[in-house]
Each structure stands twice: as C-alpha cells, then as structure tokens.
T-cell receptor, first 107, second 112 residues
Framework: KNEVEQSPQNLTAQEGEFITINCSYSVGISALHWLQQHPGGGIVSLFMLSSGKKKHGRLIATINIQEKHSSLHITASHPRDSAVYICAVKNTDKLIFGTGTRLQVFP | EPEVTQTPSHQVTQMGQEVILRCVPISNHLYFYWYRQILGQKVEFLVSFYNNEISEKSEIFDDQFSVERPDGSNFTLKIRSTKLEDSAMYFC??????????FGPGTRLTVL
C-alpha cells in the first residue's frame, strides 16, 4: 500500500471550473508539500504546510492533521493549469511522493 | 530569484559506465537531496546530505551510488556502473532548515 495516496489519478475540467485534488497519507509527517510538474518534467513547489490553510492566487491548500488528509483547490481553472499535481509528505529527512494527479483544463 | 541548477540536462551512457550528475544548490541552503523518477512512475527519494555527510538514504541508494560536495557550490551524484534500470530523470533539491525544498530542472539519464 502506498504511503501517500492521491485522488483522482486523472481529472479533466472546463475552463472556469473549481478543481479539488485530494491527498491522504499513512505515515507521520512534519509537513506536506503540493508540487506541480509540467510535461517537460520540471517540479515546482506550490505550497508547504503543516497545519490549516494557505492561499496563493487561485490556489488554496488545506490540511487536516488528525485525519491525515490534504486538499488542493484551484478556483477559476485555466488551460495553463494543465499539469501533474503531486502531493509529497516530509517524513524524517525525506519527501515521500504520491503518484500525482494529471489535470487537463479545456477552453 | 535564486534557483537550483543541474547539468547536463540529458546524459546518454552505455551500460557499465560511470556517470556523474551535477547540481548547484541555492547558495544559502544547507540541506541537499537527490530524487529520481522512472518514466511513468512517481518520484522516489534517493539520499539526503547535510553537514558534509549523508543523513538518510533509501534502499535504492546502494553501493553503486555516491554523493559528494566537492567544493562550496556543487553537489554531485555518481553512479559507478550504470544499469539499464538506472534510466530515469534525476532531480536535485535543496532547502534551508525547516523550509520547503526547491527542485532543479532534472537530468534525464538514458542507459543503453
């Protein structure tokens, strides 16, 4: 069983829709990261959070430590948001990655 | 804005050859990491490095792998005798204490 599970694996949306990607984990963590990976392969950090909620532009990330669950929301989605979104948890010194959610936003 | 850089962007090598992948972390960061991503799979942790020594390593990081910080700026990953299954994208990352990790653009390693 994966220590970090994401859902859905694939997601398609129309431009303007509200998007939610979920992440559950089964290990102890000190922080949780949401990352974005574009087709070229590069990984960009979106958020690091250990409690509560963070917002950056149209992106919102929440975490519930008791339930070991985090969500990434995208408001007013746009085709340029199309990418793989990855949840990764910080466990001891390392990040443990989920398998990612592939998002495609169509105009 | 400071960023992590990696060279080369793509390395092709023959099975059994040694390769060295290079990374320049963000200058005031003290924690360094290597990860790999086999095509179509999730990113996997290889090793973390702090204060000139390995702080944690995964099962993947066997005797064929080594890391080094040869000077004040570079952080290298060496694979002594490459295997076909070493073909992957290798990402370097760095962080300050308690902060998020910043990733380099990756080196695509192809072993023939």
């Amino acid at each position: 069983k994966n220590e970090v599970e994401q859902s859905p694996q694939n997601l398609t949306a129309q431009e303007g829709e509200f998007i939610t990607i979920n992440c559950s984990y089964s290990v102890g963590i000190s922080a949780l990261h949401w990352l974005q990976q574009h087709p070229g392969g590069g990984i960009v950090s979106l958020f690091m959070l250990s409690s509560g909620k963070k917002k950056h532009g149209r992106l919102i990330a929440t975490i519930n430590i008791q339930e070991k669950h985090s969500s990434l929301h995208i408001t007013a989605s746009h085709p340029r948001d199309s990418a793989v979104y990855i949840c990764a948890v910080k466990n001891t010194d390392k990040l443990i990655f989920g398998t990612g959610t592939r998002l495609q936003v169509f105009p | 804005e400071p960023e992590v850089t990696q060279t080369p962007s793509h390395q092709v090598t023959q099975m059994g050859q040694e390769v060295i992948l290079r990374c320049v972390p963000i200058s005031n960061h003290l924690y360094f990491y290597w990860y790999r991503q086999i095509l179509g799979q999730k990113v996997e942790f290889l090793v973390s490095f702090y204060n000139n020594e390995i702080s944690e390593k995964s099962e993947i990081f066997d005797d064929q792998f080594s890391v080094e910080r040869p000077d004040g700026s570079n952080f290298t990953l060496k694979i002594r005798s490459t295997k076909l299954e070493d073909s992957a994208m290798y990402f370097c990352a760095s962080s300050a204490q308690g902060s998020e990790q910043f990733f380099g653009p990756g080196t695509r390693l192809t072993v023939l």
